[in-house]
Every structure is written in C-alpha cells, then in structure tokens.
C-alpha cells in the first residue's frame, strides 16, 4: 500500500529556513509527479509546488524564489527548501501523490513561523 511520511516542520522565526521531506513506499515512486500542499488553521488546502519524474518543477506565486522542490529517486523522497520564511508560511504541509487516479496524502508536518 501507498505511503507517505512527511518529516521536517518545526519551529522557525521569519527570515529563517526549513527542510521538508516526503518519503514515499509502496509506489514506483520514480515515475510519479510528487507536490506540496498547505493548510493553515481555518483555510483551505493550497498547492505549493510539484516536481514531474523528469524533474520539472513549479510553484504557487506564493512561494516562488525561496522555495525549492527536489527529488532524490535513489531514496524515494522528495524534498522542499523553503527559505525566507514568512509568518504566513505557517501550516500544516503534506505531501501527495496520484496512482492511478487516486491521491494519496501523508500525514503532515507543522511548520510554524514566528514574526
């Protein structure tokens, strides 16, 4: 069965920066497109970022420039480097992946950012 295990939140003040990891099992993970995801308190889910099997990335506006979503096949898991935090940036973040039509979400992990 598929499943993900984000790891890497944690307490930061703005200005500061954090690494986010997804690790995935149970998939291919190779040729699977992987993407971030944020949900702060009281609002909806966003997207924050996907990287293709090839490699080809993108990112909401939001965090585009100190954000950086990377891949690492060998040990299937994805990675997000968020940098310059902001006291926005503050949610819970998931991973997700789609097999066959069906998303799957890991958990989560909190990144909190002070101002």
């Known amino acids: 069965q598929v499943q993900l295990v984000e790891s890497g939140g944690g307490l930061v003040q703005a200005g500061g920066s954090l690494r986010l990891s997804c690790a995935a099992s149970?998939?291919?993970?190779?040729?699977?497109?992987v993407s971030w995801h944020r949900q702060a308190r009281g609002k909806q889910r966003e997207w924050v970022a996907r990287?293709?099997?090839?490699?080809?990335?993108n990112y909401a506006d939001s965090v585009k420039g100190r954000f950086t979503i990377s891949r690492d096949n060998a040990k299937n898991t994805v990675y997000l480097q968020m940098n310059s935090l902001k006291f926005e940036d503050t949610a819970v973040y998931y991973c997700?992946?789609?097999?066959?039509?069906?998303?799957?979400w890991g958990q989560g992990t909190q990144v909190t950012v002070s101002s």
């Open positions: 997700n992946i789609a097999v066959a039509g069906t998303p799957y």
């Open positions: 149970g998939i291919i993970f190779s040729i699977r497109t």
């Open positions: 990287i293709t099997s090839g490699g080809s990335t």
